[in-house]
């Protein structure tokens, strides 16, 4: 992502309690439904950048830089309400899923997968229906 | 806690991407409001037993054992599902908070900070209510 200079100094971003890798680990929320989107990571510059935009931008640690939520997809999540947990080292960030697909995978939510079973034999099962092929998300 | 030996050798628990400390990420969440109440962490053992108890047990990695969520409190999470994200490193539990309350602050949920202002100016407020004061939930 190429975006303009931000400032990443101002003092609410110091109450975050980064982790040892200037992270914090952040979970997208869905506004009304409630439903748990996806799990992410944030960086300093990617939480000023989502007050900033009102658009989720998250730090990306397989390809170690700031992604803008969608900006491939086009599956942005408009930030309505950003909250900090008690610890000061979670953020819970309610959005509006644009086109209702949060998931690589064409779901709606990354949690697709169910535990079914007993701890001695369980499996996960993916229950939830793919909305949109993968390939005809990516296409860009 | 101590507690009988378990099985953290079955294969359903091979599926999930430990991270480099052998933990991964827990969004607990309760049915019915969909409310996010906590974040925290599970090894392997404390999701078998998790399984194991229909319970939430996870890992305190500021203690460095197995916490068994409510064992001081009473605030037990009686776990109704557990699910799993795309990349298989994040883990979702549905459950039912007794007595309604999470947070060790006496809320019912944890992420009770809310961020008011503009990238430039902006602060967490607290804003959700005290539902019991600490001291009365610590004294055992």
Same sequence: chains 1, 2.
Wanted: aromatic residues 8%; proline residues 3%; glycine residues 6%.
């Amino acid at each position: 992502m190429t975006a303009p200079a931000i400032n990443t100094r101002a003092k609410w971003l110091n109450k975050v309690k980064w982790d040892e890798h200037g992270l914090v680990p952040v979970i997208a929320q869905e506004v009304g439904s409630n439903d748990v989107l996806m799990f992410a990571w944030m960086n300093r510059e990617a939480l000023a950048r989502t007050v900033e935009l009102g658009e989720a931008v998250y730090w990306s640690r397989s390809r170690k830089k700031l992604w803008h939520k969608g900006e491939e997809s086009g599956h942005v999540q408009k930030v309505r309400e950003i909250r900090l947990d008690c610890d000061e080292d979670v953020i819970l960030l309610k959005i509006e899923q644009v086109d209702n697909i949060a998931c690589h995978t064409g779901r709606h939510s990354c949690f697709f997968q169910k535990f079914e079973g007993t701890a001695k034999s369980g499996e996960w099962q993916a229950v939830d229906p793919v909305l949109k092929d993968p390939e005809q998300i990516y296409t860009k």
